[in-house]
Every structure is written in structure tokens, then in C-alpha cells.
């Protein structure tokens, strides 16, 4: 890999909850994970079912490694017990996020899916050595040498948080688990993706199923066009796709998608974008 190289990396397109099968063949059925490469430094964006492929993938060097968390809804952390890494002393792992409110810590919220009788690993068998980092969404920070990352708050039931990592002046946003208001665009979200590289964007429902899941705290395809839009987003990625959506629907989706906006894509596991 090169040293000044920038990509993001699908492994988990899906919300809700896992839905592996024929339908869901060319898209993926694994909950969101996402790779980002920053010359020599990982970036791994949520923990769900994506995340033990990724795992896989890893090989057996010493990882050091930054994971951030939009929130920790389920789809978003049920890859973490089985993100076999965790259990390897030599490896060391700076673990972020900025939606939670007290009482509630991100290691403690992280241990209950890691405690008896919820999973087979808990925290005794952790050997990786962990830091909890706790932020405010619409914090900024400069987690390792050349990467710069913006956050902006999400609205979305108990929390959420929008990631931009910049690196050599290109800019990569992670704006999942959002819901817009109809007919007025979120003013965080829009100065988040600003003139961005690439936006992946949660596009859960279409614009026609929306009025069925207000207050659900997901947006649609069509909103993530017209915010890219407004922002001067170079491309789109259309994702957390509703685990009803075979592959059928999001062909559909993905033809209506390039005809709204040419150049944009709907995300399946595996694929890799540069900036």
C-alpha cells in the first residue's frame, strides 16, 4: 500500500439488521462497516456483522488502529464480539465516539455486548490493548499525523455522529443513521459534506416509503441528492440499505440514482473508492 494512499472500503452496507441470503447476493446482507486507509494508518468506521470479514482480511501483522462509531445501536456494534483482533495482545486499538450522554460511557456500553449470557467473549478475554476516547459531535481532532477529522451530530434516536476524515487536502464523509425534515436541508449535515470527495450518505427508504418511517431516524437516496447537490459533493454513495431491499430493489434504486445524479453509486460489500 502506498504511503500517501486514501480509499474507503465497503464491508457492511446494511441497517437494521443482518439479512444474509439469495436476494441480497450482489449488495451484501452484512450491518455497516467500513475500511478507511490513510497512507499506513486504519481507520475502521462502526462494528457491525462487516466487521469479522474485515477481520479476515487483516492478516496476522500488528494492527494499530483507530475505530469510530456513529452510535451504538446494534446493527452498529454486533460485529464486535467476533472482531477476533481483540483478543491478540499485540495489537492496539483507539476506540471513538460522540453520542453518548452521561451516565452512559462508551466502555461500558461497549462491555454489555461482551458480558454473560449475550456472547460467547467477554471482557476477560480481551487481550488487545483499548482506549476509550469520548468526544462532542461537532468536535474536531487530529487522531494521527496528515488525517484531520470533523464531526457534526446526526438526527437520530439516542444520538448519532457524521464523520469527515480529510488526508492531502481530499475529504471523505460518513453521514449515516440521519433523518431530514421534509423541505428544509440539516444545516450540519450540509457544512459536514461541504465541497467533499465522496459522501456516503444514509439512504435506508426511498422518497415515496419515507412518510411510512418518520421518527425512525433514516433518510432516503433522493435527500442524499439533493444535499450532495447544495454541497458540491464530487460522489455520492448511497447506503445502510433496508434489508428489505434485494437486490432486485436496489438495481432499481442504483439506475434511478444515476439517472438523478450520473456518477453516483450504491454501495455493496467490497467495493473501493479513492478519492
Known amino acids: 500500500m502506498s504511503g500517501d494512499d486514501f480509499y474507503v472500503r465497503f464491508w457492511g452496507v446494511r441497517g437494521s439488521i443482518p439479512c444474509p441470503g439469495p436476494d441480497t447476493l450482489r449488495y451484501g446482507g452484512n450491518t455497516s462497516c467500513l475500511e478507511v486507509r490513510c497512507g ?77 449470557p449475550l456472547a460467547p467473549v467477554h471482557l476477560g478475554n480481551l487481550r488487545a490493548d483499548l482506549t476509550y476516547h469520548e468526544f462532542t459531535a461537532a468536535d474536531s481532532f487530529a487522531p494521527r499525523p496528515g488525517v484531520f477529522i470533523r464531526t457534526a451530530p446526526l438526527n437520530h434516536p439516542n444520538g448519532a455522529t457524521g464523520y469527515r476524515i480529510e488526508r492531502g487536502g481530499r475529504a471523505i464523509c460518513y453521514v449515516t443513521d440521519t433523518e431530514h425534515v421534509l423541505g428544509r436541508t440539516d444545516p450540519n449535515v450540509l457544512s459536514l459534506i461541504h465541497g467533499a470527495d465522496i459522501v456516503i450518505y444514509d439512504s435506508t427508504y426511498t422518497d415515496e416509503e419515507y412518510p411510512n418511517f418518520v421518527g425512525w431516524g433514516h433518510s432516503t437516496w433522493q435527500e442524499g441528492v439533493r444535499l450532495c447537490d447544495r454541497a458540491g459533493v464530487k460522489l455520492f454513495v448511497a447506503f445502510h440499505h433496508d434489508p428489505n431491499h434485494g437486490d432486485g430493489t436496489m438495481d432499481r434504486i442504483a439506475a434511478e440514482l444515476t439517472q438523478a445524479r450520473p456518477g453516483s453509486l450504491v454501495a455493496r460489500e467490497g467495493l473501493t473508492l479513492r478519492p
Open 40 to 116: 499506513e494508518h486504519l481507520f475502521i468506521l462502526d462494528a457491525g456483522t462487516g466487521l469479522r470479514p474485515l477481520a479476515a482480511s487483516l492478516g496476522d501483522d500488528a494492527l494499530v488502529a483507530d475505530v469510530l462509531f456513529t452510535h451504538s445501536h446494534l446493527d452498529h456494534v454486533n460485529g464486535w464480539a467476533y472482531f477476533t483482533p481483540l483478543k491478540d495482545p499485540r495489537h492496539r486499538f483507539r476506540i471513538w465516539a460522540g453520542h453518548l450522554q452521561r451516565p452512559h460511557r462508551l466502555d461500558g456500553v461497549l462491555a454489555r455486548f461482551l458480558d454473560d
